[in-house]
Nanobody, 116 residues
Framework: QVQLVESGGGLVQAGGSLRLSCAVSGSTFSINVMGWHRQAPGKQRELVAAINSDSSTNYADSVKGRFTISRDNAKSTVYLQMSSLKPEDTAVYYC??????????WGQGTQVTVSS
């Protein structure tokens, strides 16, 4: 089992920055990929960024150059640094973990609202 707890969401003006954190606990040794997803009202959940066990990363085209995913293994935490935020970034952001056996875990989500 893996437990994920997000924090750091909030209200920010367009052009501002936020850093989301995801505290990971449980069977962390089994995790292969950590990711951040988001879901805006009326839209499907989408992958925003992911970091693999070899530290390689990938990003949605819409956030490339503005968002950075990173992790601190000592703190068992994954971060999403978001800069140059736009109103269209408004969504509930979810942390995810996928194990080597392809089982997925999700956090409860944290709201990010970007005002224009």
């Amino acid at each position: 089992q893996v437990q994920l707890v997000e924090s750091g969401g909030g209200l920010v003006q367009a052009g501002g920055s936020l850093r989301l954190s995801c505290a990971v606990s449980g069977s962390t040794f089994s995790i292969n990929v950590m990711g951040w997803h988001r879901q805006a009202p009326g839209k499907q959940r989408e992958l925003v960024a992911a970091i693999n066990s070899d530290s390689s990363t990938n990003y949605a085209d819409s956030v490339k150059g503005r968002f950075t995913i990173s992790r601190d293994n000592a703190k068992s935490t994954v971060y999403l640094q978001m800069s140059s935020l736009k109103p269209e970034d408004t969504a509930v952001y979810y942390c995810s973990a996928r194990t080597k056996l392809f089982r997925s875990y999700w956090g409860q989500g944290t709201q990010v609202t970007v005002s224009s």
